[in-house]
């Protein structure tokens, strides 16, 4: 079975761009979450999708976003870029109760 | 709300020596514990879970872990460490029957010197 994809891996943009990050699940997984991990404030829960429906959502502004497809794929949107973004964003599948799997991560870079 | 504090942001221990990692944990009911490990530019991986039931628990590559609800902690071991493990290891506890949604620790390094 093919473990959680996350495209691209790494990313560079200027501040106050945009940036959209994809994630695709493992199959049979109808659970999306999304984390932002950096130094200096470790892992941190950013919103979790289930069935194209935001289910929970963490302590994060406005500008970013994300959505699911029917097919559980998902993409996460950060709009006007900060410094502050710069981070590893890892994106985990699950199913019902089971733990998460996490892909590898897209290392974006705000400059 | 939960929370989980790991001891020590950083571990050293020499190859063959014994591994303990330190978590404890706050949760308002019964949790869900998990041990991951993260390697250099890869996500994080599963190496042990708590639910219910035994409260020792084994996972990959040796590790194992005990859940003790009387001190709130869910501490990492190994008996004998191999350069192999040093990577990043991460506690994270979830409310069970809620959101299942995990809170991390920020993170142990360990350091194995051969």
């Known amino acids: 079975k093919a473990g959680v994809t996350q495209t691209p891996r790494y990313l560079i943009k200027t501040r106050g761009q945009q940036v959209t990050l994809s994630c695709s699940p493992i199959?049979?997984?109808?659970?999306v979450s999304w984390y932002q991990q950096t130094p200096g404030q470790g892992l941190q829960f950013l919103f979790e999708?289930?069935?194209?429906?935001?289910?929970n959502k963490g302590n994060f502004p406005g500008r970013f976003s994300g959505r699911q497809f029917s097919n559980s794929r998902s993409e996460m949107n950060v709009s006007t870029l900060e410094l502050g973004d710069s981070a590893l964003y890892l994106c985990?599948?699950?199913?019902?109760?089971?733990?998460?799997?996490f892909g590898n991560g897209t290392r974006l870079t705000v400059t | 709300a939960q929370s989980v504090t790991q001891l020590g942001s950083h571990v050293s221990v020499s190859e063959g020596a014994l591994v303990l990692l330190r978590c404890n944990y706050s949760?308002?009911?019964?949790?869900?514990l998990f041990w991951y490990v993260q390697y250099p530019n890869q996500g994080l991986q599963l190496l042990l879970k708590?639910?219910?039931?035994?409260?020792l628990v084994k996972g990959i590559n040796g590790f194992e872990a005990e859940f003790k609800k009387s001190e709130t902690s869910f501490h990492l071991t190994k008996p004998s460490a191999h350069m192999s493990d040093a990577a990043e290891y991460f506690c994270?506890?979830?409310?069970?029957?809620?959101?299942?949604?995990?809170?991390f620790g920020r993170g142990t390094s360990l350091i194995v010197h051969p």
């Open positions: 199959s049979g997984h109808r659970s």
């Open positions: 999708y289930f069935s194209e429906t935001q289910r």
């Open positions: 708590y639910t219910t039931g035994a409260t």
């Open positions: 949760s308002s009911v019964p949790p869900y």
């Open positions: 985990a599948s699950s199913f019902g109760t089971s733990p998460l799997h």
């Open positions: 994270a506890v979830a409310d069970a029957g809620g959101s299942y949604i995990p809170t």
